[in-house]
């Protein structure tokens, strides 16, 4: 079945220590999207990317960055995670036209300690 | 800017109908989501309604839209404890590069 799959499910890391998180999708489509999701709180989108297009949240802090070597994969770069860091990471991907539907991965939950 | 609202808790009984409702502001959404999400799982696409569209029915989902008031409902029929988990309206405008505005979800909480 095309999916989007986030990979590790689970993620601890220590304070400071960098972290990536994966994306990978067998949708093919062209957009994808990365979000931060804290205890009963809704997503908030971090940044996404159209085709090789980074478009970063205005409020979105430095230590994330993402990259997209290639269609299917996308990955989320935490360079100092924090204690406030710690959350559930969404990846969603979505193919841009007129309904510009967005599909998720199940998530990674990162603890930071 | 935009804002999306929902009511926090839901609580029905297995068998009877949920309604969970939204509330948003942005006048030009193009298409209005729900989303399910399950403890310590992502998002699942429910469904969706255009705006041009007053209702949609799904199985047991039906969507009403009322574009004047800017309110949005998902009504589950026959709630099954299946169904307990947290439910996200979100609301897109396509000229915003399709950027979802999520509600702050409601939780659903099906007893026996």
């Known amino acids: 079945d095309a999916m989007v799959i986030q990979n590790p499910r689970y993620q601890v890391t220590q304070f400071g220590k960098p972290v990536t998180l994966s994306c990978s999708q067998t949708l093919n489509h062209n957009v994808m999207y990365w979000y931060q999701q804290k205890s009963s709180q809704a997503p908030k989108l971090l940044f996404h990317y159209y085709d090789k297009d980074f478009n970063n949240e205005a409020d979105t802090p430095d230590n994330f960055q993402s990259r997209r070597p290639n269609t299917s994969f996308c990955f989320l770069d935490i360079r100092s995670p924090g204690l406030g860091d710690a959350a559930m990471y969404l990846c969603a991907t979505s193919r841009a036209g007129a309904v510009d539907t967005q599909y998720f991965g199940p998530g990674t939950r990162l603890t930071v300690l | 800017g935009e804002d999306v609202e929902q009511s926090l808790f839901l609580s029905v009984r297995e068998g009877d109908s949920s309604v969970i409702n939204c509330t948003y502001t942005?006048?030009?959404?193009?298409?209005l989501y729900w989303y399910k999400q399950e403890p310590g799982a992502g998002l699942q696409l429910l469904t969706y309604?255009?705006?041009?569209?007053d209702m949609k029915q799904d199985q047991r989902l039906t969507v009403l839209l009322n574009k004047k008031d800017k309110h949005l409902s998902l009504r589950i029929a026959d709630t099954q404890t299946g169904d307990s988990a947290i439910y996200f309206c979100?609301?897109?405008?396509?000229?915003?590069?399709?950027?979802?505005?999520f509600g702050t979800g409601t939780r659903l909480q099906v007893t026996l």
């Open positions: 309604i255009f705006s041009n569209m």
């Open positions: 979100a609301e897109v405008n396509t000229g915003t590069a399709s950027k979802l505005t």
């Open positions: 942005d006048s030009s959404s193009t298409y």
